[in-house]
T-cell receptor
Framework: GDSVTQMEGPVTLSEEAFLTINCTYT??????LFWYVQYPGEGLQLLLK?????DKGSNKGFEATYRKETTSFHLEKGSVQVSDSAVYFC????????FGSGTKLNVKP | DTAVSQTPKYLVTQMGNDKSIKCEQN?????MYWYKQDSKKFLKIMFS???????INETVPNRFSPKSPDKAHLNLHINSLELGDSAVYFC?????????????FGPGTRLTVL
């Protein structure tokens, strides 16, 4: 069945460091791909999405590109801020949503 | 205006009790969902409704019963609560349930069973 695998955390970075959170998916066919962010005590919010191969989703300085050949959707940001500290979830959607296990990001001043 | 709202935000109860969680969305969406997030943050779908009709029913104990009185509401009733039911429960909605749809999440209900 479909599944999503993302790197385990926590990931700890200093402010202004480069961020990569890896995400790979397994699916029959071509799902839509999403990154959601969860701040402490809150629900999930959409960060970005891509609905077909080679699409790039971007928002708030975060980017991810739908790579069909490597079945990946890695999240990147060039310069993280303390306010980016949260849990990040990768998800695929084909008939229903499949979420990765989440990666906690801690950004230190 | 809150797009997807849930009540209560916190629920503490004893084993064996019956409790309900309510969810409402004011986005005009056709599809609503219930998810369970465990202590390790793993998020798993439980149920999905489209226009009041059940379309996804994952392997969930039959102590859990969703009810959709109209397409803006999806409530979750849990009978005979067990310790393992302790988790955060999220309601979500999407325009039509298509693969490309974004799901919009509520703030969550933290259920603690003692």
């Amino acid at each position: 069945g479909d599944s999503v695998t993302q790197m385990e955390g926590p990931v700890t970075l200093s402010e202004e460091a480069f961020l990569t959170i890896n995400c790979t998916y397994t699916a029959t066919g071509y799902p839509s791909l999403f990154w959601y962010v969860q701040y402490p005590g809150e629900g999930l919010q959409l960060l970005l999405k891509a609905t077909k191969a080679d699409d790039k989703g971007s928002n708030k300085g975060f980017e991810a590109t739908y790579r069909k050949e490597t079945t990946s959707f890695h999240l990147e940001k060039g310069s993280v801020q303390v306010s980016d500290s949260a849990v990040y979830f990768c998800a695929s959607s084909r008939n229903k949503f499949y979420f990765g296990s989440g990666t906690k990001l801690n950004v230190k001043p | 205006d809150t797009a997807v709202s849930q009540t209560p935000k916190y629920l503490v109860t004893q084993m064996g009790n019956d409790k309900s969680i309510k969810c409402e969305q004011n986005l005009g969406h056709d599809t609503m969902y219930w998810y369970k997030q465990d202590s390790k943050k793993f998020l798993k779908i439980m149920f999905s409704y489209n226009n009041k009709e059940l379309i996804i029913n994952e392997t969930v104990p039959n102590r859990f019963s969703p009810k959709s009185p109209d397409k803006a509401h999806l409530n979750l009733h849990i009978n005979s609560l067990e310790l393992g039911d302790s988790a955060v429960y999220f309601c979500a909605s999407s325009p039509s349930g298509r693969n490309t749809d974004t799901q919009y999440f509520g703030p969550g209900t933290r259920l603690t069973v003692l």
